[in-house]
Structures are given as structure tokens and as C-alpha cells.
């Protein structure tokens, strides 16, 4: 079982693999650039080559790159909509400068969820074929508020199968979005039947990244509130999630509240507890 954290990229990409290393990661997510603005710098040479180097020296892998916020695919504004593409088309060349195997991509929201999916659909298959490099993009399913797409795992398998470039798509399960869409993960048999769900309409084969956060809202609230592991309303329940023999050769990476070092080596020894308990 493979564990990490989203760490931070101030002070550099290099410096993002020292956050790692203090917080005993096997796998990281990074953002290559602001996550709350368009507007980014370019990514310096000798920055990315101690990146590589220092990920090489680690051993940490995989390493993951989470697109910023504000992109939208679904969106029905031509200028948003042309504005997401080259954000997707500039992370998917970021990611294959800097080394990383995966781009994480929220689903967009739209009024009209086939038109939606539709246009989300066209945007990444344009964008992938530009960047024609092997970066793998995952879409994440979301928790469904207001009127956000790819909160049911049918309808990222709708988006899915309009883009013709499997082996260049996947996706990544949030436990805490999923919780607060309305699938449960509380007990041994909701998960069971949550992740049977998931198998039904995406499968396993399809899942490179479980995002193992706890959440700190009810279920069905259709709100996006992380928690501490263990902690938070999913509780004992994330003990089924972490030993589930469907997901023990994908890496989890916690995406959990902190203030620093110390919140994520706790909920690190938590994710660990709970892996030697079962």
C-alpha cells in the first residue's frame, strides 16, 4: 500500500519532494502552478531537472499533478470554455516536463448534464491529442453540489466513453466526495457495495489514485469538507475503505486539513493504524 500527501510547491518543485520525504510519502500530489488563478509563470529548466532528480533519489512514484480550480470544460461561456482548454493542454505538457505519470482534473458543472459531458468530452480528446505525450489524465468524481457533473460514477463512465484514447484516461476516487454523493462507506458492507458500484460502471482497471480523505459533513450533504482520518462522519469506516482487496495496489494520497507538518504525520500514523489493525 502506497501513501501520500498533496504537498506544496512554495519554494520550488524540488522542495515539494522535502515536504514529501518529512511526511514519509511513498506517492505525491503537487500542483504545477496556482490552483486559484489563471495566470502562472513558466516552468524553469534547472528546477525541473533537481525535481527529477531529487523524485529519482527518493524513489518516491508515482507522482501526480492536480490541475488548478477554476477550469471548466462543461461550461456553456465559449471564452471559459477556450480559456479550460489550454489550461488542460498547458498542465498536460507541464506534467510531461516535470515527470509526472498523472494529471488529476476536476469534472466541470453545467446546466445541461449531456451537453455538458459532451463539450468536457470534446475539450479533453482536443487537448490530449495536442499534447500527444503519455501523460495519463484522471477525472475525479465530485460531491455534487449545485450543478456539478460527475458526482454518479455512471456519468463519469458517460464522459469516459465519448473520448476515444483509453489507454489515456482514468479516474481518481475522493472517499470523502463519494460520501457526501450518497455513497456510503460506514460500515464492511456499504463499502462493499460503494465500491461495487464504482466496479459496475468504471472498474477497477480504470482507478490509478484513491484520494483517502475522511469528511467532515453528512452523508448525501453533497458538500466538499475533508476531514482528519477516522475523524470525521465516514469514522471506522475508513478502516474497510484502506483494507479493501480491490484497492490495495492503487496509491492513496490524503488530502486532509492541516496547518502543517503535524496534522498529516497524524493522520499518516491514523491511515497506518488502521492498515495494521485489520
Not at 63 to 83: D, E, K, S, W
Request: charged share 25%; proline share 4%.
Amino acid at each position: 500500500m502506497k501513501l501520500g500527501f498533496h504537498v506544496s510547491i512554495a519554494g520550488g518543485l524540488a522542495r515539494s519532494v522535502d515536504e514529501a520525504e518529512a511526511r514519509h510519502c511513498d506517492s505525491i500530489q503537487i500542483f504545477s502552478r496556482n490552483p486559484r488563478g489563471w495566470k502562472f509563470g513558466p516552468l524553469e529548466d534547472k528546477d525541473i531537472r533537481f525535481f527529477r532528480s531529487r523524485i529519482r533519489e527518493s524513489g518516491i512514484a508515482p507522482v501526480y499533478i492536480h490541475m488548478p480550480y477554476l477550469p471548466n470544460l462543461c461550461a456553456t461561456n465559449f471564452g471559459l470554455y477556450q480559456r479550460s482548454e489550454q489550461s488542460l493542454l498547458e498542465d498536460l505538457i507541464r506534467a510531461e516536463r516535470i515527470g509526472a505519470d498523472y494529471l488529476i482534473m476536476h469534472i466541470g458543472s453545467a446546466p445541461d448534464p449531456e451537453k455538458g459531458r459532451q463539450r468536457m468530452a470534446a475539450g479533453i480528446q482536443e487537448s490530449l491529442k495536442k499534447a500527444a505525450n503519455q501523460t495519463v489524465l484522471l477525472l475525479e468524481n465530485t460531491a455534487g453540489a449545485g450543478k456539478a457533473l460527475g458526482y454518479r460514477f455512471e456519468e463519469i463512465r458517460a464522459i469516459l466513453d465519448l473520448i476515444d484514447m483509453p489507454s489515456r484516461t482514468g479516474v481518481v476516487l475522493d472517499i470523502a466526495h463519494a460520501f457526501a454523493a450518497g455513497y456510503d462507506f460506514r460500515t464492511r458492507k456499504a463499502v462493499a457495495e460503494s465500491l461495487g458500484q464504482f466496479n459496475r460502471w468504471i472498474g477497477f482497471k480504470d482507478l490509478h489514485l484513491v484520494h483517502f480523505n475522511d469528511s467532515r459533513v453528512a452523508f448525501g450533504s453533497r458538500r466538499d469538507r475533508h476531514w482528519h482520518i477516522g475523524k470525521g462522519e465516514i469514522g471506522k469506516g475508513m478502516k474497510y475503505v484502506i483494507n479493501d482487496q480491490n484497492l490495495k495496489n492503487v496509491p492513496f494520497i490524503m488530502e486532509t486539513p492541516r496547518t502543517g507538518l503535524k496534522e498529516d504525520l497524524m493522520n499518516l500514523r491514523a491511515a497506518k493504524k488502521l492498515l495494521v489493525h485489520e
